[in-house]
C-alpha cells in the first residue's frame, strides 16, 4: 500500500460554512494561496450551486491556484454537478465531490427514500460528474452510522460507477478510534473493486476524536484524510490539518507514513485563517495554539533549556514558530532567570542572581506572569540600591 497520505484541505467549504459571515472571494483566493504554499494536495474551495458569491469564488480560486487540485461540492444532483463543473472548469485540475447520505436516520428522516432509490441516485450523479471530469469524489454521508452492510454497497456500486476517491465521512463525530478502523478494515476486506479507488476520511470533532478516527482510519488504508486549518467546521469542527500532519510527521518512525505538507508554513496558515474568519485559536490547541512551545513550570524550563527534547516532541520551528516560550512567572526557578538574562544581554557579573531572584519571586506572586521590561526594571531597581 502506498505510504503517501493525500492532505484533503475543506477549510474554505466546511470551515467556511460553520462562520459567523461568510468571507469574501477575495479572503477566500487568499487563503487558498496559502494552503497552495502549504502544500495541500486538495483545496476543497466550496459549494458552487449553494449561491452565485460562492459559485464565483470557487472560479476565481480555480483559475488562480495552479498546484493543488480544486475541487466543489454537490448534492447528487445534476444541477449541483453541473454548477460544479462550470465553476472548475477553468482549473488546472479539478474534482467534482458529490455525497449522498446513507445512514438509516438520514435516508428515512431527511431524504425519505429507499435504501435501493439512494443507489441509485448516488450512481447517476458519479456517472454524471464523469462527464467534466476523471477526477470524482463520492461522500456517503452519515457513514460513521451507516449499517455496514450497506455501506459496503454503497461503496462498490459507487467505485464501479466511476468514483476514484470514496470518503466515509463521521458527519456527527460519532464514532470512536477502534470502531472507526473497524469500519475502514471491513471495508478493505469485503468490498471487491475497494482497490480501484483512494479511500477518504473525513471525521467531524464533536467528541473531541476527529483526529484520534482519522488517525485510526489511515491504519487500517485510508490514504486521504480532509481536514480544516486550526480544526474549524461544522458545530465542534473537523479533524485538524496541523494535528493529523505532525501527529504523522512526528510518528513517522512508527507509523512509515508521509504527507506533502510543508510543515514550516502550518504557524503563518494557522494565523491568517483565524484572523479571516474572526475565529480565535485556544491558548492551549495542540501545534498552533499559544501556549504549544510555551513552557511554565521551573522543572519543565530547566528541562528544556538542558535539552529542548525533554519536554518537546517536535520543535517549534518545524511549524514555523521562531522559538519556545518560557514563561516566567512564581514556578520559574533561578535556571531561567539567568538564562532570560543572558538573552537580554546581562552578564553574571552584572548582577547578583540570589537577590534577583528574590525580588522576581515577590513579583511574580503578586502580578502571575513577568515580562522581558519588569526583569529589566528590577535589576535596575536592585542596582540602584547598591549605588545608595
Ligand atoms: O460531514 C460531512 O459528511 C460532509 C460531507 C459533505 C462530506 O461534510
Ligand atoms: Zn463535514
Same mark, same amino acid.
Given at each position: 500500500?502506498?505510504?503517501?497520505? !493525500? ?7 466546511? =470551515? ?30 466550496? %459549494?458552487?450551486?449553494?449561491?452565485? =458569491?460562492? %459559485? ?19 448534492r447528487a444532483l445534476e ?19 458529490t455525497f449522498i447520505a446513507t445512514?438509516?436516520?438520514?435516508v428515512?428522516?431527511?431524504l425519505r427514500k429507499s435504501q435501493d432509490e439512494v443507489v441509485e441516485m448516488a450512481v447517476k450523479a458519479i456517472a454524471h460528474a464523469?462527464?467534466? $471530469?476523471?477526477?470524482?469524489?463520492f461522500?456517503c ?9 450497506y455501506?459496503?454497497r454503497m461503496v462498490e456500486a459507487a467505485?464501479k460507477a466511476g468514483a ?11 464514532? !470512536?478510534?477502534?470502531? %472507526? =478502523? ?44 480532509? @481536514? ?8 465542534? =469542527?473537523? @479533524? ?18 508521509? +504527507? ?16 479571516? @474568519? ?8 495542540? !501545534? ?21 527534547? $525533554? ?17 516566567? +512567572? ?11 538574562? +543572558? ?37 535596575? %531597581? ?7
Amino acid at each position: 500500500m502506498d505510504n503517501r497520505v !493525500i492532505i484533503f484541505d475543506t477549510t474554505l467549504r466546511d =470551515g467556511e460554512q460553520a462562520l459567523p459571515a461568510s468571507l469574501s472571494g477575495r479572503e477566500k483566493l487568499q487563503i487558498a494561496l496559502m494552503l497552495e504554499r502549504l502544500g495541500v494536495d486538495v483545496i476543497e474551495a466550496g %459549494f458552487p450551486v449553494s449561491s452565485p =458569491g460562492d %459559485f464565483k469564488s470557487v472560479q476565481l480560486i480555480a483559475k488562480e491556484v495552479k498546484k493543488a487540485t480544486i475541487c466543489g461540492l454537490s448534492r447528487a444532483l445534476e444541477k449541483d454537478i453541473d454548477a460544479c463543473g462550470e465553476a472548475l472548469s477553468v482549473a488546472e485540475k479539478f474534482r467534482i465531490h458529490t455525497f449522498i447520505a446513507t445512514s438509516d436516520i438520514h435516508v428515512d428522516t431527511k431524504l425519505r427514500k429507499s435504501q435501493d432509490e439512494v443507489v441509485e441516485m448516488a450512481v447517476k450523479a458519479i456517472a454524471h460528474a464523469r462527464k467534466y $471530469t476523471n477526477d470524482v469524489e463520492f461522500s456517503c454521508e452519515d457513514a460513521g452510522r451507516t449499517h455496514i452492510d450497506y455501506l459496503c454497497r454503497m461503496v462498490e456500486a459507487a467505485i464501479k460507477a466511476g468514483a476514484t476517491t470514496v470518503n466515509i465521512p463521521d458527519t456527527v463525530g460519532y464514532t !470512536i478510534p477502534s470502531e %472507526f =478502523g473497524s469500519t475502514i478494515e471491513n471495508l478493505f476486506n469485503r468490498v471487491p473493486n475497494i482497490d480501484q479507488a483512494v479511500i477518504s476520511v473525513h471525521c467531524h470533532n464533536d467528541l473531541g476524536l476527529a483526529v484520534a478516527n482519522s488517525l485510526s482510519a489511515i491504519q487500517y488504508g485510508a490514504r486521504q484524510v480532509e @481536514c480544516t486549518i486550526n480544526g474549524i467546521g461544522e458545530r465542534a =469542527g473537523n @479533524c485538524s490539518l496541523e494535528e493529523i500532519v505532525m501527529a504523522l510527521k512526528t510518528r513517522e518512525s512508527l507509523l512509515n507514513l508521509q +504527507t506533502g505538507i510543508n510543515t514550516q508554513e502550518i504557524s503563518k496558515t494557522s494565523k491568517l485563517v483565524s484572523q479571516l @474568519c474572526n475565529m480565535p485559536v485556544q491558548a492551549n490547541k495542540a !501545534i498552533v495554539g499559544a501556549n504549544a512551545f510555551s513552557h511554565s513550570s521551573g522543572i519543565h524550563q530547566d528541562g528544556v533549556l538542558k535539552g529542548q527534547n $525533554t519536554y518537546e516532541i517536535m520543535t517549534p520551528e518545524s511549524v514555523g514558530i521562531n522559538k519556545n516560550n518560557l514563561n516566567l +512567572t512564581s514556578r520559574s526557578g533561578r535556571h531561567v532567570i539567568k538564562h532570560r538574562l +543572558t538573552e537580554l544581554g546581562y552578564g553574571p557579573a552584572e548582577y547578583d542572581l540570589d537577590e534577583v531572584y528574590a525580588s522576581f519571586l515577590r513579583l511574580a506572586d503578586k502580578k502571575g506572569q513577568v515580562f522581558d521590561y519588569d526583569l529589566e526594571a528590577l535589576l535596575f %531597581f536592585n542596582q540602584q540600591k547598591h549605588e545608595h
